[in-house]
């Protein structure tokens, strides 16, 4: 391969990266509205890292504090990140 195939390929390489750490975080987002529909004493997935959990309270979502505060920073650091690629093209 020649050094604009190698450039190129890795182009595509981490297009299809960042595609796939978007994917897993609109996934997350979705978890999060099904568990945020979800009716209390419902069995629900936690959107961070899908155990399973019952919803004792209305405003359940996450298994623990942990899970919130990274399903938080997940995805708005994916926003910023998708805007600062905007910005630079
Ligand atoms: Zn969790």
Sequence with gaps: ?????????????????????????????????????????ATIICPTCKKRIIKRTYNKIFCKNDCKDKFWNNTSDKRRERAKDFNRK
Excluded: P
């Excluded at 182009?11 to 999060?32: C, G, I, L, S, T």
């Design 1 to 41: 391969m020649g050094d604009r195939e190698v450039y190129l390929n890795n182009v595509w390489v981490n297009a299809a990266k960042n595609q796939r750490e978007y994917d897993e975080v609109e996934a997350m987002k979705k978890r999060y509205q099904d568990c945020k529909r979800a009716e209390t004493g």
